[in-house]
């Protein structure tokens, strides 16, 4: 009876084997269901499971995130404490990253790291770590401001979060997307120019749909001036504009410039399928209702819901001392219009956009650069890639 069972298990064995050696639609169905880390390891066992892992990998076109709050206990900052036990668990190849967190917790941690004579030899720069987290030739940009917006990763329908006090940051994952284009950009006052700008499709672009940017070091003399080079041409374009003015930038490496040294960082985002939309919630907004009112404007975009995300740029002055110690009030109101569409953004020191919608071949409003530049204010983007 024994032997039988043996070998009725054996032969189910051995059906179970040839299947999965032979069959490629039951190999690609089974590895949809595995991380992307584990899918490349996969992919060395055999030719037939490393073709079906490339056309797993080409599906898997969603955007994904990482986020968290602290304080962490393991002495280096939450975010980046998050990504190395939850990067390994995501669904799809990052080709660009955006990491943002929050300056006050970062830039204290770097100071100590950097100084610290008692350092241990064992001990490594968190952002090379960071590096080491995503495939390489992934492209990390990784910005720290005074305060941070963001989604719990773990569920897309957990309610956004204000942190303008606290350790806190997220870090968005771009993947490959068939007619999406993320290209990211980096320039400082030795480094700019029009064929820089043209090289990074910023202008003379007709692809060009949305460009988040990022400005950090701007007050310094010549910042202002600096900055009109990038949004003068920018708002003579169709495309959606907008971003902030940020504390630093740790990734990538500055190498171009010097120790305190203004310049900007950025991502174009181009290609048929990118739609956004914005609008400013100005001074005059500064009650719960007010901004849900404002928020609520997007909805005329008619941007669909898969595969987008919210990006808001407020001013640090804004926030729960602008409502009145009301606390969370933006957030709260994207995600009462918006409840399935994660919102991150920072609190900053300027903000950069405007009214517009950038949908098929038409864009809604055009502005000035006078007219892209506020304070006291917040810019409420959608985008959505494909």
């Not at 009725?8 to 639609?25: F, H, I, T």
């Not at 490349?40 to 490339?54: D, F, K, P, S, T």
């Not at 599906?59 to 975010?79: E, F, I, M, R």
């Not at 502005?367 to 810019?379: K, M, P, R």
Request: aromatic share 8%; hydrophobic share 40%; proline share 5%.
């Amino acid at each position: 009876m024994g032997e039988n069972l043996n070998s009725s298990a054996s032969v189910q064995d051995s059906k179970a084997a040839y299947v999965l050696s032979n069959v490629a639609e039951v190999v690609e169905r089974i590895l949809t269901f595995v991380p992307t880390k584990s899918l490349l390891q996969i992919a060395c066992v055999c030719r037939l499971w490393r073709n079906c892992a490339r056309r797993v990998l080409r599906t898997q076109q969603d955007l994904g995130w990482v986020s968290a709050c602290g304080p962490c206990s393991s002495g280096v900052h939450a975010l980046f404490s998050a990504l190395s036990e939850d990067v390994k668990n995501v669904f799809l190849l990052p080709k660009t990253v955006l990491a943002l967190i929050d300056s006050e917790t970062f830039n204290g941690q770097d100071l100590c790291h950097r100084h610290s004579a008692k350092r241990s030899r064992h001990s490594t720069d968190p952002v090379e770590d960071l590096s080491l987290l995503f495939p390489k030739g992934c492209d990390i940009m990784g910005i720290s401001s005074p305060g941070i917006v963001l989604t719990p990763h773990s569920s897309r329908c957990a309610p956004p979060m204000e942190y303008q006090e606290g350790e806190a940051g997220f870090a968005i994952m771009f993947p490959n997307i068939d007619g999406v284009q993320v290209k990211p950009f980096h320039f400082c006052k030795k480094t700019i120019s029009v064929t820089a700008m043209k090289e990074a499709g910023l202008i003379d672009n007709p692809e060009l749909r949305v460009v988040l940017l990022f400005v950090y070091e701007a007050y310094k003399s010549g910042g202002a001036r600096f900055l009109n080079q990038i949004l003068g041409p920018l708002a003579e374009t169709k495309a959606l504009v907008a971003g902030g003015l940020v504390e630093s930038v740790f990734s990538p490496p500055k190498h171009c410039c010097s120790q305190g040294a203004y310049g900007v960082v950025g991502l174009t985002l181009s290609g048929s399928k990118v739609q956004g939309a914005s609008v400013l919630l100005d001074q005059d907004v500064s009650n719960p209702q007010s901004a849900e009112v404002t928020i609520r404007r997007l909805k005329a975009a008619k941007i669909p819901e898969k595969n987008t995300i919210g990006l808001m740029f407020a001013c640090l002055g804004r926030g729960q001392n602008y409502y009145n110690n009301q606390s969370n009030v933006e957030a709260d109101a994207f995600r009462k219009v918006f409840p399935s569409t994660p919102l991150f953004g920072l609190f900053g020191n300027g903000e950069i956009g405007c009214d517009r919608i950038i949908k098929d071949d038409y864009t809604l409003c055009d502005t000035d650069s006078d007219g892209l530049q506020h304070e006291y204010t917040t810019v409420m983007t959608l985008v959505h890639l494909g």
